[in-house]
Nanobody, 115 residues
Framework: QVQLVESGGGLVQPGGSLRLSCAAS????????MGWYRRAPGKQRELVAT???????NYADSVKGRFTISRDNAKNTVYLQANSLKPEDTAVYYC?????????WGQGTQVTVAS
């Protein structure tokens, strides 16, 4: 059974930082690409960043230069370091993996950027 559990969200002031974590179980973690997505209030879910099994990175234009995705295969965990946060980064952040044609999601972690 595939499980993804996000953590690390919270309330932060503009310009602040957070580190989100996603712990995966039920998969051979090191062979799968992992992704972070987010859904802001009233908007559709959007891609934030992805990292392949080989470490190739991809970012949404809106977060380039501010967010960094990384993974620790020994801990079956993918991270999202979010710096220079803006109010428009406020959203629920979700971890994702696609396995055998099926997409799996965590429960999400809320990030709120406000002064």
């Amino acid at each position: 059974q595939v499980q993804l559990v996000e953590s690390g969200g919270g309330l932060v002031q503009p310009g602040g930082s957070l580190r989100l974590s996603c712990a995966a179980s039920g998969i051979t973690f090191n062979i799968y690409a992992m992704g972070w997505y987010r859904r802001a209030p009233g908007k559709q879910r959007e891609l934030v960043a992805t990292i392949t099994s080989g470490g190739s990175l991809n970012y949404a234009d809106s977060v380039k230069g501010r967010f960094t995705i990384s993974r620790d295969n020994a801990k079956n965990t993918v991270y999202l370091q979010a710096n220079s946060l803006k109010p428009e980064d406020t959203a629920v952040y979700y971890c994702n993996v696609n396995r055998f044609g099926q997409s799996y999601w965590g429960q999400g972690t809320q990030v709120t950027v406000a002064s």
